[in-house]
């Protein structure tokens, strides 16, 4: 079947802008994640959305940030008034349920440039 | 907290050659360990996933072991290709409550050469 699918693929938007990134999980994937992968800074998880339970924001880096999951499916991660050190590639993944006990399964990620 | 190293963080090996990642985490208290490989440019392609109570995983020309007690986990490559070139990255989830949240290696970046 179809996997995680991610865009757009690429980005580049202005300093202080606001970009969408949208995350289309696997069908029947309970689990989704959000991480970010830096230059020198390896991969860090920002959010965890499950089922219809609240989401674990703990990983987000400031208040710029914001993601949501409807209908338990689509997700859109929001960054405000983008800056320099946003850039980064922005992965999503999905599993069947919480990842101690299941598969992680990554996106193609959407790479995202600020100027 | 977890903390996971890969050593090397690059390898060079000619085509044909049998070769060994190294994956090292520091808490014990796992509940699996998941091998990945990412291309240059590209998103992450899981290849192995080895639950605690197991020793090792095969998928093809790709095996991978994992020792708790010590805290390592190995991937074994067979007659390696060029098409093997890629970061591969090892993860595993936090212990406890927030085992959704998987702590990545900084990867080994593999270049067989033909």
């Known amino acids: 079947g179809a996997g995680v699918s991610q865009s757009p693929s690429n980005k580049v938007t202005e300093k202080g802008k606001d970009v969408e990134l949208r995350c289309d999980p696997i069908?029947?994937?309970?689990?989704l994640y959000w991480y970010r992968q830096s230059l020198g800074q390896g991969l860090e998880f920002l959010i965890y959305f499950q089922g219809n339970s609240a989401p674990d924001k703990s990983g987000l880096p400031s208040d710029r940030f914001s993601a949501e999951r409807t209908g338990g499916s689509v997700s859109t991660l929001t960054i405000q008034r983008t800056q320099q050190e946003d850039s980064a590639v922005y992965l999503c993944?999905?599993?069947?349920?919480?990842?101690?006990?299941?598969?992680?399964?990554f996106g193609p990620g959407t790479r995202l440039t600020v100027t | 907290k977890q903390e996971v190293t890969q050593i090397p963080a690059a390898l060079s090996v000619p085509e044909g050659e049998n070769l060994v990642l190294n994956c090292s985490f520091t808490d014990s208290a796992i509940y699996n360990l998941q091998w990945f490989r990412q291309d240059p440019g590209k998103g992450l392609t899981s290849l192995l996933l080895?639950?605690?109570?197991?020793r090792e995983q095969t998928s093809g020309r790709l095996n991978a072991s994992l020792d708790k007690s010590s805290g390592r986990s190995t991937l074994y490559i067979a007659a390696s290709q060029p098409g093997d070139s890629a970061t591969y990255l090892c993860a595993l989830p936090n212990s406890g409550g927030s085992n959704y949240k998987l702590t990545f290696g900084k990867g080994t970046l593999l270049t067989v050469n033909p």
């Open positions: 069908s029947g994937h309970t689990a």
């Open positions: 993944a999905s599993s069947r349920g919480r990842a101690g006990r299941n598969e992680q399964y």
């Open positions: 080895i639950q605690s109570s197991q």
